[in-house]
């Protein structure tokens, strides 16, 4: 097959294009550079600089090549700028996001898999979560993303199209080649990671009062190679299984105080953390099932603990102290 990509330049999807040419599907890179990186590439796959707001540029890539399917990661992903600028996260989730699914339609594609988030749940009345939670977004961010999975719905009702969206529980890790650089750096690992190499002085616990054992949040970790193997299933199984959501994560969750521990363990080193006030937006408790998907694939995480999880990143940080930037 041949796969017309957003954001493969990015953390996620450099990682999935690393999986997809594995698998022996070819794929065109569609991404405007701004939270990618070009040393994220993977070589022999073909790249076209541009953006989802240029609807006149899509509709030119997918008029000049035969392509099968659609694996959409571009988008912001920042939970607490989605509090405070959320029309910056439903134009670039949702209205560029129908920008793609019209450009689809007009060229004859219908299937796609879509990077999505479980922050569409919000604060859960159970876990493990099920796929058919409520969905009750505390924040733009998560709003945005179930807008844009109802979208899918819609369009697979009125224009036949498949989809599969895939509703990730903390993308962590790394692979030899491609690991997480973000600017700004928000997510837990990679900061507690660059304490460990002396590039901050210390990690901020946002929130020590969360009804939890110890007080801070808890989550379900998936190492990024498993949810690139997810996209890959979900993109070669869509016209067997139709329409669905996915939950990617492990079985058991770790809090914060937990993850930190697990690092100061894979890495040796001391990592000083300094409790702060919340962040609003978060929830207390996410922690995934992912029955489903293993029931219908056969997904199966390789990387199921959190200590491994963190010695891929960490691998990764000490080949690559200041990121893609080095090179």
């Known amino acids: 097959m041949k796969i017309f990509v957003t954001g493969g330049a990015g953390y996620v999807g450099s990682i999935f294009l690393e999986k997809l040419t594995e698998a022996g599907h070819d794929a065109i890179v569609f991404d405007n550079l701004v939270q990618g990186h070009r040393a994220a590439f993977v070589p022999g796959v073909t790249f076209v600089h541009g953006d989802l707001a240029d609807r006149d540029a ?91 999975e109802r979208i899918l719905h819609w369009y697979d009702f009125a224009h036949g199209f498949r989809y599969a969206a895939l509703r990730y529980f903390n993308a962590a890790g790394a692979t030899e080649r491609n ?12 900061l507690v990671l660059k304490v460990a190499l002396g590039q901050r002085e210390c990690i901020h616990i946002f929130g ?27 993109l070669e199984n869509l016209d067997r299984i139709g329409s669905r959501c996915y939950n990617l994560g492990c079985r058991k969750g770790y809090s914060v105080h937990e993850v930190i521990e697990a690092a100061r363990v894979v890495t040796g080193r ?24 293993r029931r219908e694939l056969g997904w199966e995480p390789e990387f199921p603990d959190i200590h491994s999880i963190i010695q891929t990143a960490w691998d990764w940080h000490r080949r690559h102290p200041y990121g893609y930037g080095e090179e």
């Open 58 to 148: 899509l509709d030119g890539v997918f008029r000049m090549h035969k392509i099968d399917g659609v694996v959409h990661f571009a988008g912001e992903t920042l939970v607490g700028e989605s509090m405070t600028n959320p029309y910056l996260y439903f134009r670039k989730i949702v209205v560029y996001g129908l920008h793609l699914l019209e450009t689809m339609r007009s060229n004859g594609v219908r299937n796609i898999v879509f990077s999505s988030t479980s922050a569409v749940y919000g604060e859960p009345h159970e876990v493990p979560i099920q796929e058919e939670a409520a969905k009750e977004p505390l924040n733009a961010y998560g709003e945005a993303k179930h807008i844009f």
């Open 270 to 293: 001391d990592i000083p953390a300094i409790p702060t006030k919340r962040r609003p937006g978060d929830p207390s408790c996410l922690i995934a099932s992912a029955e489903l998907i």
């Open 179 to 190: 690991g997480e650089d973000h600017d700004p750096e928000t997510h837990l690992i990679p």
């Open 208 to 234: 020590t009062d969360y009804d939890t054992p110890d007080g801070t949040c808890i989550r379900s970790y998936t190492h990024v190679v498993d949810l690139a193997s997810a996209h890959v299933l979900a």
